[in-house]
């Protein structure tokens, strides 16, 4: 039974767009009011026994299944399926598999993950199963052999070269061919030969007859089958013979009795053909009146990434980067192992909104939509990535030797409300922890607030050494540091003011320049984290027909071997953390294990990208 999403929340409201006018001008006209659905896709006669479309529009996304989904897909995945659930419609997921190559069941199964991911689900049309173009091949060729009988339709043996200098250009109009005038029974018996594998691949093609003088190239006889002797992943070697993509397109849309069908500008001059078919096709009676209508958007164009699969797939193959998951990799698979969550990915595509010129966004943007969300949700900890270690020399006899404190800080700083209050960080302090080698300057530049030794001037007179509190612990004052035979500094040492724990009494006995992160060397705990910058070092990496892997960014990864608070022995792959002043990072969904932590830095805290 096919039940519709349940609207928008009001507090859900999104600000308008070309789409949303669209749609609510169709529903106030009651434009699909009358339409049946009979629960499956299906011809006129098939849906004309069914009850009242109980959906109020029907929109889809149509991925081929010969790639990753990236960050462009996941816009039209957020507005196919948004428009659905905010005007009480469904959204169909539907696999475009009408050809035959590069098609396989790898990239079903993920494209059919990240749709659920994002949040979205099919259920409401009644099918678990999302619906897959290759099941309409049967109805295609019953189409064409309609359009061949009704004289709108031939079978052009020409050679691609002949057809493609017949077809003229803009100004130029195109030459019919010669074997245009053929009778629609010579057409419907060469037809069914080349289904039949009487003919060589490319020996012929099917034409729509339109007007080969039409300004609009799509419009001149655009081939609608051609010949192609390949196992499909789904039919098998059930046909010889493919549908067009510009003819399968629209009659999936309309078996599937789609009100609204959305995609990018570049099928803006497809449009014509879309609406030529649809007419045919419902005069002939074979598919069911008010037909869809297509409606074009800007696709995503994001800075510093590369958004067609081919080149995606170029990356992998290459091993340029580790896998089609790889954290920089822009597809929702790279995008989710990097931390990003639903909820920020869904934000971007309200942010970035729709329109109908192309521009690019700016990767920032998509980098504040997750810190926006992770914000309020990211239990905090504390980690020391490029660690040093400071000694804090009078620890033993201050507080016996072996002490070690514990200290405690909250999970989040404020939980949302209505939620309860994750259990607070537990960690211990001693003589030993590990501070960021950048917290130390034997030399401070002006303004520093971290920890620096002692100076003694020429004149004798002495600067003392900085006084830092380590966040939740005590305030120390550096008094030193040692350096290896190349000058590289070793170990830092301070000594501690034992009245000053933070939360005692004491605590602001003495005053403290600034606070610094920090982990205990006796309970800290290793991890490898891996620091990500962008994938290439240009804006626009294919611009201008530029080779995108000349402007690979060397330095987009970073590894290092990082000291973390123990709270993070409990941690599972994908759980985020703000590591304290450092940013946003998740464990590895592939790698992270109990004993073996690894993170991933998901983004800065805040934006730093050429500053
Ligand atoms: P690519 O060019 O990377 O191969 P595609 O457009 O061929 O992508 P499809 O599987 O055909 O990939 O895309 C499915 C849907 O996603 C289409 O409706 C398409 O318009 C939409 N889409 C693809 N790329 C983008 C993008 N960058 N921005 C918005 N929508 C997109
Ligand atoms: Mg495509």
């Not at 594998?197 to 081939?223: E, F, H, Q, T, Y």
């Not at 507080?399 to 309860?420: I, M």
């Not at 009245?499 to 403290?512: F, M």
């Amino acid at each position: 039974m096919t039940k519709p999403a349940s609207p928008a929340t009001p507090e859900e409201h999104k600000a308008s767009n070309f789409l949303r006018q669209i749609i609510e001008a169709d529903l106030d006209k009651g434009t699909y009011a009358s339409r049946r659905w009979a629960g499956s896709p299906g011809d006129a006669a098939h849906h004309a026994n069914g009850a009242p479309d109980p959906a109020k529009i029907r929109t889809r996304f149509p991925p081929e299944p010969n790639g990753y989904l990236h960050v462009g897909h996941a816009k039209s995945i957020c507005i196919n399926f948004g428009l659905a659930r905010d005007y009480g419609g469904v959204c169909h997921l539907r696999f475009d598999d009408t050809n035959p190559e590069k098609e396989d069941t790898e990239y079903v199964n993920a494209i059919i993950d990240a749709v659920k991911w994002l949040g979205f689900s099919w259920s409401q049309t009644g099918n678990d199963a999302p619906y897959q173009a290759s099941d309409y091949f049967d109805f295609m060729y019953r189409a064409a052999e309609h359009l061949i009988e009704a004289g709108h339709a031939y079978v052009d043996e020409q050679t691609p070269e002949e057809m493609r200098n017949n077809r003229g250009d803009f100004g130029k109009p195109g030459i019919n061919s010669p074997f245009r005038n053929r009778t629609p029974s010579d057409n419907l018996h060469r037809f069914r030969e080349m289904r039949d594998g009487k003919l060589a691949d490319g020996a012929a093609v099917l034409r729509a007859k339109i007007d080969m003088a039409s300004p609009n190239i799509n419009m001149r006889d655009p081939a609608i089958y051609r010949i192609r002797r390949a196992t499909h992943h789904h039919t098998g070697d059930t046909w010889c013979i493919y549908p067009m993509y510009t003819f399968a397109h629209p009659i999936e849309d309309a078996l599937e009795q789609i009100t609204h069908s959305i995609c990018t500008l570049e099928f803006e001059d497809q449009r014509p053909f879309y609406d030529w078919l649809m007419d045919r096709l419902i005069e002939g009676g074979l598919l069911a009146s008010p037909p869809p209508k297509q409606y074009e958007f800007a696709r995503l164009n994001l800075t510093y990434v590369v958004t067609s699969k081919r080149k995606l797939a170029q990356l992998v193959s290459e091993g340029h980067v580790s896998g089609w998951d790889d954290p920089r990799m822009p597809t929702i698979v790279g995008l989710r192992r990097r931390g990003y969550t639903p909820e920020s990915l869904r934000l971007f595509a309200d942010r970035i909104g729709v329109t109908k010129s192309d521009s690019w966004i700016d990767y920032s943007t998509l980098e504040g939509c997750l810190r926006e969300d992770l914000e309020l949700k990211a239990h905090r900890a504390m980690a020391v990535l490029d660690p040093l270690k400071l000694v804090l020399t009078n620890w033993d006899e201050a507080f016996g030797a072996g002490h070690s404190e514990p200290c405690t800080l909250p999970a989040l700083p404020h939980s949302p409300e209505g939620q309860p209050e994750p259990a607070a960080r537990q960690f211990t302090m001693g003589k030993e922890v590990w501070i960021e080698r950048d917290d130390f300057a034997e030399v401070p530049p002006k303004g520093y607030k971290r920890l620096s030794p002692p100076v003694t001037s020429a004149d004798g007179s002495v600067t003392p050494g900085s006084i830092v509190r380590l966040k939740a612990g005590y305030i120390v004052q550096c008094t030193g540091c040692l350096k290896n035979s190349d000058g590289r500094v070793t170990e830092v040492h301070a000594s501690v003011f034992p009245e000053t724990k933070s939360g005692s009494a004491g605590a602001d006995s003495v005053k403290a320049k600034g606070v610094i992160t920090w982990v205990g060397v006796a309970d800290g705990l290793q991890a490898e984290v891996r620091l990500y910058d962008r994938l290439f070092s240009e804006a626009h990496p294919d611009a201008g027909g530029r080779d995108f892997l000349s402007v690979l960014n060397p330095h987009s990864l970073t590894t290092m071997t990082a000291y973390v608070e123990p709270s993070l022995a409990q941690s599972k792959a994908d759980d985020k953390f703000q590591f304290e002043r450092l940013g946003y990072f998740v464990a590895d969904r592939a790698e992270h294990r109990a004993g073996h932590l690894v993170f991933n830095r998901a983004v800065g805290l805040k934006d730093s990208w050429g500053k």
